[in-house]
């Protein structure tokens, strides 16, 4: 099995190796991610510059890696179009410093370099810590394993996605795993006016979470009641049952 | 009515332009739009570093204009939490340079403003022009406005998102609109090695379009038959009927 | 005569157009300048990512206009190399917002550009406002058009480089011209530290001026007595004193 | 005695780790320096966006270091102004990937860095390998230590600057140091023209060195003849031989 890790927050995170000591010995491992961290930045892709890609010997052994200086899936297309000679079996995003959960995916460098690669027709598993302190990458990282054999023992649709959200708390405290649907989170209050000291103001972009759609079913209710979320994903945006009623609309003219 | 527009080409844009000067005496008309081109951008935001708003005198009658150095995503952001007193009752971005069509909607700066805008509850329309040559963006700007109000007679769901392409020919060829889903596309060849002065090799992203569903009912089909194409989209990437499927292999343990 | 402007505030400056103007009908005008603000870029280039030039046509008539995404030595190196079929017999850099005085030189992307003509072996002019409020930058561009007519009635060296600063009381006050030498300068209280949202710390270089050598026949003396300074500057950092010095104590061994 | 190491080649750069390891044991050692390669980046500073400053922990025991996203002259501001809580006795800037001579030295991060250490009143060597292959950054961190001892044996006048450059051919072959002044070197078919695969163009800065000035006494000789130059440098750039000429010609007004 050949199985491509990526990530957005670099080729140097904890995340990220402690994917790859997890999956050691099985199969072919390469990594493919950017030079340093580039969380949210969307599915943003880099037509307007040129991008580099670095072939990093530290690793060499536990995985053949190499840092591209440009997002996540620039990651996944350069590993999928210049650097791999044939496509992997699975591509692996993460693990995140931090959740992605419910519309927040939307930003997420590390969820979109999944998606891209299920656009290539190759299935993708985005994985993340729900939280920021006390990260135990490492027991993730077996989760991730343990997930990923579940998914391989039967035939995987080739568009298959999952989002892995995992509870920051101690692993003996997890109840377990939880199939969900994306809730839905804005947030208040969310830039900060400061002036620089040539006296023009900037803004911080920050925020508390407001969590609009959190019940029952949802991957933030899950993670908050102590279960890893899993969140299968698709790519369309269609907005189906919307079809009929705008094509209403628009033949009253 | 307050009209918010936005667009990935910058503020200094020709199809931004045009929409405001076919808007002119339907309302407040507000622009917050990037400060050169961030096409591509996907849905990033910009949390590591500061934004920078100006406000740019120049379009002053027209419309009030602000630019700023961040993503269109920063824009919807600093429009309705810093720049505005009250949020808008509408939200076009565009006219886009260029089709955001089928699986490209992903990578789109001009539809991620679109779908922050929803997030906020206010409706948006995302506007492009579906070619790069001979673009009228005037004409375009017109059919926007018929499209605005139509979609205004009736009461609006807030979540409204509808994604608008127009066909780059002659205007007087073009047959109707046509409400579809989002096609699938993808793309071949897409990287182009080439070796700097210095001997150091760089990509290009580029690539030709292999349109992998692109059959009746798609954005793809309707502009490709001369028609303008609106699609209704929504922001929640669950896989709903996936979730069954994922807990069967998951409970197999 | 030709007479190429560059600036590090960017094309769309006030004090660039000033410029252009004052010596409208002297010649033909061409300018080449970053696209935006590249000030306190030093005598950077760019060599690990590509130029884009970009012709500017609402400029025409007044001036041939360039824009450049790189710093005022770029520019100069483009429009020697790239741009103009041949060489410019003058070079003026600015009028740059804010003074380019005594050790401040090194810093400065305006006074670089002139540096990378001279190189080039044309002479050029650096001008500053030696303030940031109250600019009058056509009175200043006028100042200018009489020193460059006061430099070219003689037979000009091709490395000739002057520096001028133009004080920013109301030029009645104006007492005259001086020829003086950098002064030194350095900065106290320098960085301002701060704690972004996310609890990460960043820094701000700011600082107040500290004027370590401002006496007599310093460009810092004639600016705070209300001349004009006009300080011939070279490009070679060798310390010819010292050289002896040098070789004593490596004989030492 | 305390020793702050930079570079402008980012902290993770051979040639700085080199001089580290030759300076272990003789006194408190530094490293603050740029998290990437930041070459060519002349003398300039970062005031319009903030900067930020991350220790190091692996290199700890070796030397205390710190990354800066800003450039070598930026990472000497932070370490005096808000790192360290005395000022080092010596600033060593290197080991560069490259030479640093002749009128290059202006477009040079290393020597900036230097620069920037002498007008806080510190000694400072700039240290560059005069080429691009065979890079004995072992050797060449050695001779830096014994010229270090040399210049530390006598009182030395904080505005001590050494711009030193090693010749790449083997070792036993350098003959040893010649006490030299800058040459002048400049560029030749310096820009090359591509085209994108959007068919925009695009430049890259290269071009074959031609030496304008590299006769007897310069750094370009000694180093082409296989000794290893030391070049004192000062950085006041006022031309004291033309303040005569350039008053003369602004009388006859």
């Not at 930003?107 to 006390?134: L, N």
């Not at 892995?164 to 003996?172: A, D, G, K, L």
């Not at 959190?214 to 269609?238: K, M, N, Q």
Request: hydrophobic share 40%; proline share 5%.
């Amino acid at each position: 099995m050949r199985i491509l890790f990526t990530n957005d927050d670099g080729i140097h995170a904890p995340g990220i190796r402690a994917l790859w000591q997890a999956f050691a010995g099985q199969g072919d491992l390469i990594a493919v991610a950017p030079d340093e961290e580039r969380s949210a930045t969307g599915h943003g892709i880099t037509v307007h510059k040129p991008l580099r890609v670095e072939s990093l010997k530290q690793y060499e052994g536990e995985v053949q890696a190499w840092s591209v200086n440009g997002t996540p899936a620039d990651c996944i297309k350069l590993a999928f179009e210049a650097i791999l000679t044939e496509p992997p079996d699975l591509v692996i995003s993460g693990i995140n410093r931090g959740p992605n959960l419910a519309t927040d995916v939307l930003y997420s460098g590390t969820v979109s370099a999944a998606v891209e690669s299920v656009i290539y027709g190759v299935p993708a598993i985005a994985i993340s810590m729900a939280g920021h302190d006390s990260l135990d990458y490492q027991w993730a990282a077996k989760t991730c394993c343990f997930i990923t054999q579940q998914l391989l023992a039967d035939t995987v649709e080739p568009h298959t996605l999952l989002n892995i959200n995992v509870p920051v708390c101690s692993h003996e405290l997890i109840k377990g795993i939880r199939v969900t649907r994306l809730g839905q989170r804005r947030y208040r209050n969310i830039l900060e006016k400061r002036i620089d000291p040539r006296g023009k103001s900037y803004y911080w972009i920050a925020g508390e979470v407001e969590d609009v759609v959190a019940g029952e079913g949802t991957d933030i209710a899950a993670v908050a009641d102590s279960y890893i979320s899993v969140t299968p994903l698709h790519f369309d945006l269609t907005d189906e049952p919307k079809i009929t009623d705008v094509a209403a609309w628009l033949q009253k003219q």
